[in-house]
T-cell receptor
């Protein structure tokens, strides 16, 4: 069945270092969404990318959607302790049309 | 805050029992989706309700069922609980059944013992 994979599963960085998580889908996606879940919290919508090759920025966060619309990345510049959490990508399921989430990348930031 | 509220926040049930979880969607949203999130995993789609009708279902057995009411609030029912049903159950509301931004509630943490 359709799968959405993320790497790495965990990332520990020193505050101020950069961080990148990668998302790969087994099928072409009409769009991809990114969510952040703080420890003990619920997923919070960050952004949606729709166009092939699209790049969007939110302050220190840069999101990219691959040309083939099968992969995406989230890059955080100069991490801060407030960036701690698990970052999920999600795309529409080919059978259900609903969201299929990756397993997430958990970011730890050492002050 | 997203305006999506779930109740209860925590619940402990015994294997074999039945449970009902509730979700109030954000004002104006007519679509509710339910997800199961096991520890350390991403949310897994259970089903979606759009205008009181089931509109898509994930790979979950029939003992997982749901309802959506005229005010677009929703219930998730799980019968014959199993230990593996222990998870965070998330409700997400959106405007329309197509894949749009999902607003998640804080979730219900279900523990089956």
């Amino acid at each position: 069945g359709q799968q959405v994979m993320q790497i790495p599963q965990y990332q520990h960085v020193q505050e101020g270092e950069d961080f990148t998580t990668y998302c790969n889908s087994s099928t072409t996606l009409s769009n991809i969404q990114w969510y952040k879940q703080r420890p003990g919290g619920h997923p919070v919508f960050l952004i949606q990318l729709v166009k092939s090759g699209e790049v969007k920025k939110q302050k220190r966060l840069t999101f990219q959607f691959g040309e083939a619309k099968k992969n995406s990345s989230l890059h955080i510049t100069a991490t801060q302790t407030t960036d701690v959490g698990t970052y999920f990508c999600a795309g529409p399921g080919s059978n259900t049309g609903k969201l299929i989430f990756g397993q997430g990348t958990t970011l730890q930031v050492k002050p | 805050e997203t305006g999506v509220t779930q109740s209860p926040t925590h619940l402990i049930k015994t294997r074999g029992q039945q449970v009902t979880l509730r979700c109030s969607s954000q004002s104006g949203h007519n679509t509710v989706s339910w997800y199961q999130q096991a520890l350390g995993q991403g949310p897994q789609f259970i089903f979606q309700y759009y205008r009181e009708e089931e509109n898509g279902r994930g790979n979950f057995p029939p003992r997982f069922s749901g309802l959506q009411f005229p005010n677009y609030s929703s219930e998730l029912n799980v019968n014959a609980l199993e230990l593996d049903d222990s998870a965070l159950y998330l409700c997400a509301s959106s405007l329309g059944a197509k894949n749009t931004e999902a607003f998640f509630g804080q979730g219900t943490r279900l523990t089956v013992v």
